[in-house]
């Protein structure tokens, strides 16, 4: 059964960092290419980051320079790093397949305060 779990967000203030990390579970992680996603109510799904099975990622350009993905294999985790948050980066993240799948975690909150 496929499981993803998603913690580390939160409220912060413009110019703030955080970090996401998505915890995944009942599928070959490692050779899965994983994103994180975000959704603002009333907008479409937006893809945000991705990364590759090897390592390679890309981004969207709103957060090309600011936000980094990784992963880690060994411990089936994928993260987003936030830097230079804006009140725009404010949505539910979610993590999943690239592309992604119908299993979907509950997220996780950021706001960003201006």
């Known amino acids: 059964q496929v499981r993803l779990v998603e913690s580390g967000g939160g409220l912060v203030q413009a110019g703030g960092s955080l970090r996401l990390s998505c915890a995944a579970s009942?599928?070959?992680?490692?050779?899965?290419?994983m994103a994180w996603y975000r959704h603002t109510p009333g907008e479409q799904r937006e893809l945000v980051a991705s990364?590759?099975?090897?390592?390679?990622?890309n981004y969207a350009d709103s957060v090309k320079g600011r936000f980094t993905i990784s992963r880690d294999n060994a411990k089936n985790t994928v993260d987003l790093q936030m830097n230079s948050l804006k009140p725009e980066d404010t949505a539910v993240y979610y993590c999943?397949?690239?592309?992604?799948?119908?299993?979907w975690g509950q997220g996780t909150q950021v706001i960003v305060s201006s």
């Open positions: 999943n397949r690239l592309p992604f799948s119908n299993y």
């Open positions: 009942g599928f070959i992680f490692s050779i899965k290419p």
């Open positions: 990364i590759t099975r090897g390592g390679t990622t």
